[in-house]
């Protein structure tokens, strides 16, 4: 019985790992409001 | 464009009245046109440009959709469509208009090329309204300009005059209203609210702020309003000669770069640069001053967090922020604008708006303990005082004589660098000794939690998982919790009083060696708390080389989750001065950066910064309300981190460590223990125990990870690095605290689990009976999560501010073979010592 459940944690643990990882690079970016100082960057860019 | 200049049409008389130019929406079906004039702001004026919405083209309607909007067109060959209000805010010169302007030598035909010239000498027709405060010397200013020829306008709905008047200049007709003096653009007085409402309503080209030069303080106030709203603004520096009288230094130039305005000095009395100011006008109406941007006023966390909170609101209506800066309207809900709300009342999510911003308000009065607008009013004025404390050297008269008298001391140019390094001590120290005693509570609780698992739950992989892996590594983490706590309060004891925008006022100097400006400072200092934020709060710097830069020394700022890590070793291996060790290394790193910056700034970024205004916000003392409210959000955000990430590492580390089962060990431990067993002689005890140890320790040498840990101990070895401590580092790229985490994992598994994880540390042997950590060995160590890679969260976000991710895999090896490289120069040097 402690073996399946320390499967199913360590899969769950592996699953959020990637799930949290991945949320980091493909969350969505702040707005930007339009304002010419975001303008400026973006021609800055 | 350039040949319509040459044509017998360029000789044509053109007289331009002054009248309600046409705008694009009121063309009809088939009509055609030419731009003007483009109106609107923000990200509306940008797409339209982009979209070839420029002075001088032609344009053509192609149909009307059948509710009137919207509308569709041609220009440049392509065809796009328009709402409305979007049309309305492009203004075009027809045929009929074009007729009744030329009227001299005109042959009866309106060509193209007539039409174009037109709306070219069209598009040289100015609109600038003068603002300023009452004995500013605007009116004179005014009156030298029109040569008294002004004529008086009544505009409806008021009762106070405002004038206009031409000025011809390079060809440029410069239609000048002089609107009601006014301190500020607040909605008290029937002035303010005329001239916020004219300039917000009738959108001027350009609007010439006159400063009365032997009062900036007072003058410069309505500038920062001007700032806010986002409009483009050339400052008349009139009575200049006063202000050279009384013998005053002033920069003008430098401010002017810092605020992104033009600043002209003039004398209006006698004329003196008003050529000079109206030829800026031109420069400026036609994008050509290189120093004109639009700067945003920090009005601090606090501030700045629910004026971002109300614009999020604000944009969800494009049509609003089409004509006024969402920020400006945010900053005014903020102040309880009635003006304000009512112009906002008309649009559909005003109920939103309203709420939001009344909410914000309740916020930020009770966490500052201040009336919403006084913060505002305040925040402004520490704008104005620290831009005038870099450029302006002479009486000026604050309103704020304890303040001044407290940044006599702290920003001194003696004594300012020393009370900053003196408090940077003395907060590491307190993080260090004040944070032991809970500490040891927390440790002696998680310790209790272990034995009593150990003695209720039968033997198992779910026991071991619970007390190696969780207890182990989350426990492991949690008892510094109250470091971390006590490190936010003087990090928030520092923003509330005002400390930290001097700190960054007295580390101007260094950063302008290293090549940035002092406003880097500040991201650099929110680093301590964590590398994320701090790396979007660059956001503020607009030279994106610096920014960039700034963002990449960032990384050596240690984070809180890494102070975990620092306590412990420290712990183990410096406890005669620890607090002392603390601070260097944060010194440390902050060397680490200025160098690093230093040699990117001769080598990878070579531009020239722009300079900033750094505010110098007024002391306030703390509210208790809000430094507990700082250190509680961190407390939580640490806890949910201990609940999350850190557990999940855990269990991971600890799985990897534990499997596989079946192991082919060298010797067969079981049997020699039980024959020891059998023996019965005087060391069977320390025999056994020594055999358990080898034992185990074999065991997570062949398991997963301990194979992982060998495939990289080769390239940790010449830094007197072993395979746990490899695998420990591997980990803390998910994130800092697992290194310590992954070390409770490692290092006390199957061992006694009463005993510290720094003792473990301590006594830890290798297979030839030596000790894995020297002195030497852990200030290595230290050095090497001081430097290398940042975590994954502040690469995602330096990905995500710096737009590619060539700076995101850039930071990652440049940290980490510096990391290498200067671990291994202090353990091949310190060996030899």
Known sequence: MQEIIVYILIAGSVFYAVYHIAGIFFKKQNHCGGCSSCVVKEKLK | ?833
């Open chain 2, 1 to 833: 464009m350039r040949k319509y200049n040459t044509i017998t049409f360029a000789s044509l008389q053109i007289y331009l009245f002054y009248f309600k130019s046409m705008r694009l929406s009121q063309l009809k079906d088939g009509d055609e046109g030419f731009i003007t004039k483009v109106r609107g702001r923000g990200a509306f004026r940008k797409r339209i440009t982009e979209m070839g919405f420029v002075k001088g083209k032609k344009i053509t309607v192609i149909r009307n959709a059948p509710l009137k909007d919207p509308i569709e067109y041609n220009i440049m060959g392509y065809e796009v469509s328009l709402r409305r209000s979007e049309a309305s805010l492009i203004e075009v010169i027809t045929q009929e208009e074009a007729k009744s302007l030329v009227i001299n030598k005109f042959n009866g035909v309106i060509t193209e090329s007539t039409l174009k010239t037109t709306a070219r000498q069209k598009s040289k027709e100015i609109h600038v309204a003068l603002v300023g405060n009452p004995n500013s010397g605007k009116t004179s200013l005014f009156n030298l300009a029109s040569r008294s020829k002004e004529h008086v306008g009544n505009y409806s709905g008021v009762t106070i005059d405002s004038k206009t008047a031409q000025a011809k200049i390079n060809n440029y007709t410069l239609n000048i209203t002089d609107l009601p003096g006014t301190y500020s653009l607040s909605a008290y007085s029937p002035e303010e609210l005329y001239v916020r409402k004219y300039i917000l309503g009738e959108m001027p080209d350009v609007i010439i702020n006159v400063v009365d030069a032997s009062n900036l303080e007072r003058n410069l106030y309505l500038s920062t309003q001007l700032i806010d709203m986002d409009v483009k603004v050339v400052i008349a520096l009139n009575m200049y000669d006063e202000l050279r009288k009384k013998g005053d230094e002033f920069d003008f130039e430098s401010l002017g770069k810092m605020i992104g305005i033009p600043i002209i000095p003039t004398i209006s009395t006698k004329g003196f640069g008003i050529k000079d100011l109206f030829k800026k006008v031109i420069d400026v109406y036609e994008d050509k001053d290189p120093i004109v941007r639009h700067i945003h006023i920090n009005y601090g966390k606090d501030v700045e967090q629910s004026i971002r909170k109300i614009q999020n609101v604000i944009w969800e209506n494009k049509r609003i922020t089409d004509l006024v800066s969402s920020r400006f309207y945010s900053i005014k809900l903020l102040e309880k604008d009635a003006s304000a709300h009512f112009s906002l009342s008309k649009w559909e999510n005003y109920e939103t708006i309203k709420d939001i911003s009344d909410k914000e308000i309740k916020k930020l009065e009770s966490l500052i303990q201040e009336d919403s607008e006084t913060i505002i009013t305040d925040a402004k004025y520490g704008f104005i005082a620290g831009a005038l404390k870099e450029t302006y050297k002479g009486n000026v008269h604050t309103r704020r004589r304890k303040t001044e008298q407290i940044d006599k001391i702290i920003t001194n140019k003696f004594l300012g660098f020393p009370v900053f390094i003196f408090f940077l001590w003395f907060m590491f120290q307190s993080t260090f000794f004040l944070g032991q005693y809970p500490q040891q509570w927390i440790e002696a609780l998680v310790g209790l939690t272990g034995d009593s698992i150990g003695k209720i739950m039968t033997d198992g992989p779910l026991k071991d998982l619970l007390i190696d892996g969780i207890i182990g590594g989350v426990g492991g983490v949690i008892i510094f919790l109250p470091n971390i706590l006590i490190l936010f309060f003087f990090i928030s004891l520092m923003e509330d009083t005002g400390y930290m925008a001097r700190a960054a006022f007295i580390m101007d100097k260094i950063m302008h060696k290293i090549g940035l400006h002092g406003r880097s400072f500040i991201p650099l200092v929110m680093g301590f708390g964590c590398n994320v934020p701090a790396i979007m709060a660059t956001r503020t710097i607009e030279n994106r080389q610096n920014r960039i830069l700034t963002i990449l020394i960032n990384p050596f700022m240690s984070c809180s989750a890494r102070l975990p890590v620092y306590v412990l070793i420290i712990s183990a291996f410096f406890p005669n001065r620890p607090g002392t060790v603390l601070f260097s290394i944060y010194m440390i790193g902050i060397a680490i950066a200025a160098m690093v910056a230093i040699l990117f700034k001769k080598t990878i970024f070579r531009s020239h910064e722009i300079p900033f205004v750094m505010e110098l916000p007024p002391y306030r003392i703390p509210t208790l309300r809000n430094t507990t409210r700082h250190m509680w959000f961190k407390g939580v955000q640490y806890l949910q981190k201990m609940g999350g990430v850190i557990l999940v590492a855990s269990i991971i580390i600890w799985a990897l460590g534990y499997y596989p089962r079946e192991i082919n060990y060298s010797t067969n431990y079981d049997e020699q223990i039980e024959q020891l067993q059998k023996s019965k002689s005087s060391d069977t005890k320390q025999k056994i125990e020594y055999l358990t140890s080898q034992k185990n320790s074999e065991r997570q040498a062949k398991s997963y990870i301990g194979q992982i840990g060998h495939f990289v101990e080769p390239m940790m070895r010449p830094l007197g690095f072993d395979w746990k401590m490899s695998v420990s580092l591997l980990s803390g790229v998910a994130a800092k605290e697992i290194v310590v985490s992954t070390m409770g994992v490692l290092y006390q598994a199957g061992e006694n689990e009463t005993e510290s994880l720094v003792y473990k540390l301590q006594t830890e042997q290798n297979k030839e009976g030596e000790l894995v950590f020297t002195p030497l060995i852990a200030f290595g160590y230290l050095m090497f999560i001081l430097i290398y890679f940042p975590c994954v969260a502040t690469i995602a976000a330096i990905k995500k501010e710096t737009g590619h991710w060539k700076w995101a895999l850039f930071a990652v090896f440049y940290t980490t073979f510096l990391a290498w490289f200067l671990s291994f120069i202090i353990y091949q040097i310190g060996s030899l010592i």
